[in-house]
C-alpha cells in the first residue's frame, strides 16, 4: 500500500512508525514531515493546510489510503476533498471536526444532549465580555472560539487577567480570526485526564488514559504550552471513572453527532476534568492529540493500520483493540523561550540506542555544508537542527510508572542541543497519585 500521512510533528512521528509495522505499508509519505521523520519516511515539501497540492500529490502518486493527522486540514476539509477522488482517508469530515474547530459549536452540542461540561457564556464583541466578567466569578477560563496552536485557553485567577485575555484574543486578535468569538466559562477544579478514541460513528472504543502537562515549567507553572510531556495510563481514570465517561460522555457524544447530521469517523479526543460532581468535558479534539500520542501508540499491541482502516470502513465493532499493561512516560525537550520567542537552528544530538523512543516535532535536516536540504533529499547525510518551539520527545515504556518515569529521563539526559530545556516532573503528580493509592489499599 502506498500510504500518506499528512502531518509534521512528533504525533505524526508516532503514527508513522506504529503504521509501518504492518508489512503492508510498503511505502509511507509524510506531508511536509521534518528532518526527524525522513528516518521513516519520504517527505514531501506539501504543506499540511496546502489541501489542493495534498490532493495533486494523492492523484499523481495514485494514494491508497492517507491518514489526515492535524486539527487544521481536517476543519480545512483536507478528508473531504481527498474522498472525492477516491482516496480513502482516516480521520473526520469537516462537517464532523467543527466538533474542535469551534468551541462555541462543541458547547452548543453539550448543552443541547445533555453532556456534563462546564457552564459557560458565548460573546461575539469585547465590550459585552468585559462587562460580563465585572461580576463573573473568579477563577475563569476565556477560549477563543477557532483553532489557536492549542494556546486560545486562559485559565485567568483575576478579573484583571480575564480583561487581558479578552482583549488580547478580540481587540488585539491574538489568535487572528479564530478570537473573533469568545467562549467564557466556569473554573473547573479536579485532576485533567485526556482519553483518545476510536470511532466509526456507530462503535467508540477509548484507548489507554493520559495525563498531559501543558504549563512550561516544573511545578505546573508558567504559560500554556501545546505539551511538555505525558504519562499513560492516568491513574485517576479508574474503571469506575471510565464506566461513567461510557455512559454519560462517550457514547452521547458521537450519538449526538450523528443526530446532528455529522457522523465523525476518525480519532475523538476527549480532555476531561474529574470533578466532585464527576467527570466532565473541558475539550474535544478532532484528531490524535500531542504528545498523549507518543504514549498511546507504544502500549498498543493491535495494528494499527488495521484499526485505523476498520474505523474508515464502518467496522470498527469487529476488530479487536488491545493495549498492553505497564505505562510509558514522555518528556517533550524544547527551545527556551517556548511558547513565546525562541531562537533556531542548533544541532541536535540524538544517541544512536535511544533513537527509536524518540519522536521528533520541530526539526529540519541541514546538509553538512550547512544550507536546509530539499524534501525527499534527507537520507543523503547531514545532520538535525532545531526548527521549532517544542523539538522532539523523548519515550520510554515500563512495568510500572515509575520505571517509564526514570527511563524517559534517562534517554532524555542523552539527547543534546542548543538552548535546550525541559521540565524535571513530568510524571511527578501520578506517582504520588499511584503512592497514595497502594497506601490506601
Known amino acids: 500500500m502506498r500510504i500518506m500521512v499528512i502531518g509534521g510533528g512528533g504525533r505524526e512521528h508516532a503514527i ?8 503492508a505499508a510498503e511505502t509511507v509519505y509524510a506531508l511536509p514531515g521534518n528532518g526527524g521523520i525522513a528516518a521513516d519516511a519520504e517527505c514531501v515539501a506539501i504543506g499540511a493546510k496546502d489541501i489542493e497540492g495534498i490532493v495533486r500529490f494523492a492523484k499523481e502518486k495514485q494514494i491508497d489510503y492517507a491518514v489526515v493527522a492535524p486539527d487544521d486540514p481536517l476543519v480545512l476539509g483536507c478528508v473531504n476533498a481527498l474522498e472525492a477522488i477516491g482516496v480513502p482517508c482516516f480521520g473526520p469530515r469537516k462537517e464532523a471536526a467543527i466538533i474542535e474547530g469551534s468551541k462555541v459549536f462543541a458547547k452548543g452540542l453539550m448543552k443541547k444532549y445533555g453532556i456534563p461540561t462546564a457552564e459557560y457564556e458565548v460573546f461575539e464583541e469585547a465590550e459585552a465580555a468585559l462587562r460580563y ?78 495525563m498531559d ?49 455529522r457522523e465523525f469517523r476518525g480519532c475523538l479526543y476527549f480532555g476531561l476534568m474529574i470533578t466532585r460532581e464527576g467527570p466532565k468535558v473541558i475539550e474535544y479534539n478532532c484528531r490524535f492529540g500531542d504528545p498523549e500520542t507518543q504514549v498511546v501508540l507504544p502500549l498498543m499491541e493491535s495494528d494499527l493500520l488495521d484499526v485505523m482502516r476498520a474505523v474508515t470502513e464502518g ?88 520505571e517509564a518515569v526514570r527511563l524517559a529521563y534517562e534517554r532524555a539526559e542523552k539527547v543534546t542541543f542548543g538552548n535546550r530545556f525541559y521540565r524535571k516532573d513530568i510524571g511527578r503528580a501520578a506517582l504520588e497519585a499511584v503512592a497514595l493509592a497502594e497506601v490506601k489499599r
Open 133 to 210: 466578567l465585572e461580576t463573573a466569578p473568579v477563577p475563569t477560563v476565556i477560549k477563543a472560539d477557532g483553532l489557536a496552536l492549542g494556546k486560545g485557553v486562559t485559565v485567568a485567577m483575576t478579573r484583571e487577567e480575564a480583561a487581558a485575555a479578552v482583549r488580547e484574543a478580540m481587540e488585539d486578535r491574538k489568535f487572528g480570526e479564530s478570537g473573533s468569538r469568545i467562549v467564557i466559562e466556569e473554573f473547573l477544579e479536579g485532576p485533567e485526564v485526556s482519553v483518545l478514541s476510536f470511532t466509526d460513528g456507530e462503535t467508540i472504543v477509548p484507548m489507554v488514559s493520559s
Open 315 to 402: 467496522r470498527l465493532k469487529d476488530c479487536p483493540v488491545r493495549f498492553r499493561k505497564g505505562a510509558c512516560c514522555c518528556v517533550v525537550e524544547a527551545s527556551e523561550g517556548y511558547p513565546g520567542t525562541y531562537r533556531k537552528g542548533f544541532e541536535i544530538r540524538i544517541p544512536e540506542e535511544i533513537r527509536e523512543h524518540v519522536y521528533v516535532a520541530g526539526a529540519e535536516l541541514k546538509a553538512d555544508g550547512g544550507e536546509a536540504k530539499d524534501a525527499g533529499d534527507e537520507t543523503a547525510g547531514g545532520h538535525l537542527v532545531t526548527s521549532g518551539g517544542r523539538v522532539l520527545g523523548v519515550t520510554a515504556t515500563g512495568r510500572t510508572l515509575k
Open 213 to 261: 502537562h501543558k504549563r512550561a515549567l516544573d511545578g505546573d507553572r508558567g504559560p500554556n504550552t501545546g505539551g511538555m510531556g505525558t504519562i499513560a495510563p492516568n491513574p485517576f481514570y479508574t474503571e469506575g471513572v471510565a464506566r461513567e465517561c461510557m455512559e454519560r460522555i462517550f457514547l452521547p457524544t458521537i450519538r449526538a453527532m450523528k443526530a446532528e447530521g
Open 16 to 23: 508513522i512508525r506504529k503504521i509501518r509495522e504492518n508489512p
